[in-house]
């Protein structure tokens, strides 16, 4: 089947170390995405990507790190730098519809940093 | 960035009742999506509805892009519709770049 997967679902850390959440497609879509969000509240952009090799930041990508060696993986690393790592990630991922775009979401990764 | 205001930011409803929802952005834009986040924080796509209506079973929706909202309308609500639905942008005259999300609506429907 044809979608978002991202991996793990459920993630607990210490303080201080670091962490990486996967995100792979199989869709065949250029640009991808990954977004924070807290409890109660919306969607915060980290980063995004529109082509291999090359990424722009989002809202709130301090802490964070991102890779995008192949389209359909855009791995995202949260740092020991990052404040308040705990949260709810999502990788998304844009399909061409003409000359706009529509967005796609995985699952989400949950991350607990005790 | 565009502005992107949703209203209202929390909504409550007996089963069986009709809502509207809506969504407002300060600028032109040629794309405008409607999801729903379930309990379980899965986000599903509802509507992709630059402009004109939309309908799909109980939901539709209507972007009126030259006055810069959108509204989706929930008929017949059942307790399975609950939960956050936020409207999105993208960046004016970007295909592949960001969209700009509304805060959501709160949507609780009670049996």
């Known amino acids: 089947d044809g979608g978002i997967t991202q991996s793990p679902k459920y993630l607990f850390r210490k303080e201080g170390q670091n962490v990486t959440l996967s995100c792979e497609q199989n869709?065949?879509?250029?640009?991808m995405y990954w977004y924070r969000q807290d409890p109660g509240q919306g969607l915060r952009l980290i980063y995004y990507?529109?082509?291999?090799?090359?990424?722009q930041k989002g809202d709130i990508a301090e802490g964070y790190s991102v890779s995008r060696e192949k389209k359909e993986s855009f791995p995202l690393t949260v740092t020991s730098a990052q404040k308040n790592p705990t949260a709810f990630y999502l990788c998304a991922s844009i399909r061409r519809t003409g000359s706009a775009g529509e967005l796609f979401f995985g699952e989400g990764s949950r991350l607990t940093v005790l | 960035g565009i502005q992107v205001e949703q209203s209202p930011p929390d909504l409550i409803l007996q089963e069986g009742a009709n809502s509207t929802l809506r969504c407002n952005f300060s600028?032109?834009?040629?794309?405008l999506q409607w999801f729903h986040q379930n309990p379980w924080g899965q986000l599903i796509n509802l509507f992709y509805i630059p402009s004109g209506t939309k309908q799909n079973g109980r939901l539709s929706a209507t972007t009126v892009a030259t006055e810069r909202y959108s509204l989706l309308y929930i008929s017949s609500s059942q307790t399975t519709d609950s939960g956050v639905y936020f409207c999105?942008?993208?960046?004016?005259?970007?295909?592949?770049?960001?969209?700009?999300f509304g805060r959501g609506t709160q949507l609780t429907v009670w049996p």
């Open positions: 869709l065949n879509h250029d640009a």
């Open positions: 990507s529109q082509i291999v090799n090359d990424f």
């Open positions: 999105a942008v993208p960046s004016r005259g970007s295909t592949l770049g960001r969209l700009y």
């Open positions: 600028d032109s834009v040629n794309n």
